[in-house]
């Protein structure tokens, strides 16, 4: 019983995770949920010249296993037709060796740098 409790709990998290993540990007971009046939990506970002892509998830990650994803997130954003410069971006819990990759990647630790980034 325990086990299905805490599987229903991190789903409805994650879930939530995403609005807070849509809400924390929504200063720099229009945000949004993209899919189309088996391929989803849960946030685009869209501002002049650039969409980003985003993948959030509701778990602590590893620096290897944060670079898989964003990996998969390329790969993923290949099948959007927009124009313009792309990024690539990772929302998490907690991301290990996060300031090692460089570009969007946050975790719960960044949400007071919000207003004092230009780059989000």
Do not use: H
Not at 2 to 21: H, Y
Not at 47 to 61: I, L, P, Q, Y
């Amino acid at each position: 019983m325990m086990e299905e409790i805490k599987k229903t709990f991190n789903a409805f998290v994650g879930l939530a995770f995403e609005e807070i993540a849509a809400e924390f990007l929504s200063d720099k971009f229009k945000t949004g949920k993209w899919w189309y046939k088996d391929t989803e990506i849960d946030l685009v970002g869209l501002r002049k010249g650039e969409v980003a892509f985003f993948e959030v998830k509701w778990c602590d990650m590893s620096y290897k296993d944060a670079i898989k994803v964003l990996r998969q997130l390329e790969e993923k954003g290949e099948s959007v037709k927009i124009k313009g410069k792309r990024a690539y971006g990772l929302i998490a819990r907690r991301i290990k060796g996060k300031d090692r990759l460089g570009g969007y990647v946050y975790d719960l630790s960044d949400p007071m740098k919000k207003n004092k980034s230009e780059n989000v």
